[in-house]
């Protein structure tokens, strides 16, 4: 599901999560999830209601270093003023 299109059609009214691949995040080399969290973060989260993960779960097949620069990259460039939430 695209989260982008979630968010664009119910705004504020709901809270979304997920949308990193976790086939990627099984997979991909370290600089390509950083990318791919940036341009999820770029796109889903600004306004807030963005919960950043691959889904409802972190499978068992996801590279711990992967998930580490999931969670990194959210940390560095997720956060949004308090006064842009619920916009």
Do not use: W
Not at 47 to 73: C, D, Q, R, W, Y
């Amino acid at each position: 599901m695209d989260l982008y299109e979630v968010k664009k059609k119910y705004g504020n009214k709901v809270c979304v999560m997920g949308n990193v691949d976790v086939n990627l995040l099984s997979q991909a080399p370290g600089e390509k999830i950083v990318s791919e969290t940036r341009r999820i973060i770029a796109r889903v989260s600004p306004g807030g209601g963005h919960i950043m993960s691959s889904g409802n779960s972190i499978s068992s097949s996801v590279k711990p270093e992967n998930f580490l620069a999931m969670v990194e990259t959210t940390k560095k460039y997720g956060r949004y003023p308090i006064e842009n939430i619920g916009k």
